[in-house]
């Protein structure tokens, strides 16, 4: 827990089906390419904590792990969370993850991905809404994708649009979500500041799994 991973220097980094232990966190430092001196900033990264379910997935762990970025990482502006928050995007499950946040590390606001755990059951879209103002304070959330800025830095959330948690369309990015994303780039690109983009589920043909003849069935508009 409470691991470094160094600085950072690519202009892009994809969360992309970040598989850390529940109750664990990474810290990660953003520094200017070629500068010497102390990192302009520092955020940490969790997710998959799946709010009830039992046995490794737990409330305890999750509680444990925003108490050691409070602990370790007092300095961190913000935390990411990469999807999966809830085990069945149930109101008692999001309840939990914003009270704790709340409890445990008010000041530091933490912008949350959509999860497969976290689509299914009525209202579901409209539950991770409000949980994902809450929790980072940005009241323009209004869908499952969104973006903001952080001392200069670019941060980009993507996320399936299907009703389903399985099947053919579990990951489903309409047209509209991929012409939002392309235009977030190229704004973004033309600050040559660093962007971090942010997703649950792999996009198409990016990593081993969602290769061509891997029988991934992910639906990325125009990339598949």
């Known amino acids: 827990m409470g691991r470094r991973l160094g600085r950072i220097l690519a202009a892009v980094l994809m969360c992309s089906v970040l598989l850390l232990p529940c109750g664990s966190l ?3 430092e953003a520094k200017a390419e070629g500068a010497e ?14 709010l009830g379910m039992s046995n490794a997935y737990s409330e305890e762990n999750y509680k444990r792990a925003l108490e050691n ?14 999807g999966d928050q809830t085990n069945h995007s149930r109101e008692s499950q999001y309840l939990a993850l914003d009270t704790y946040k709340e409890q445990i590390v008010p000041d530091i606001p933490m912008y949350i991905a959509i999860g497969n ?12 809404i409000e949980s994902a103002k ?3 304070g940005l009241d323009t959330i209004d869908n499952v994708y969104y ?22 369309n579990d990951v489903f990015i309409s047209e509209e979500q991929f ?3 392309k235009g977030q780039m190229e704004e973004a690109g033309k600050t040559g500041k660093p962007i971090f983009v942010v997703i649950h589920e792999p996009l198409y043909n990016t990593v081993s799994g969602s290769l061509p003849g891997q029988n991934w069935q992910g639906l990325f508009f125009g990339l598949k």
């Open 26 to 28: 990474v810290s990660l």
């Open 37 to 50: 001196e102390e990192p302009v900033y520092m955020f940490n990264v969790i997710g998959d904590m799946q």
């Open 69 to 82: 970025i409070k602990s370790l990482s007092p300095e961190s502006q913000l935390i990411l969370s990469v």
């Open 117 to 128: 755990h976290d689509r299914g059951g009525s209202d579901w879209k409209n539950r991770f």
């Open 134 to 136: 809450k929790n980072s």
């Open 147 to 168: 973006s903001f800025q952080k001392n200069g830095s670019y941060f980009i959330f993507l996320g399936s649009e299907a009703d389903n948690r399985d099947g053919l």
């Open 179 to 181: 012409n939002w994303f």
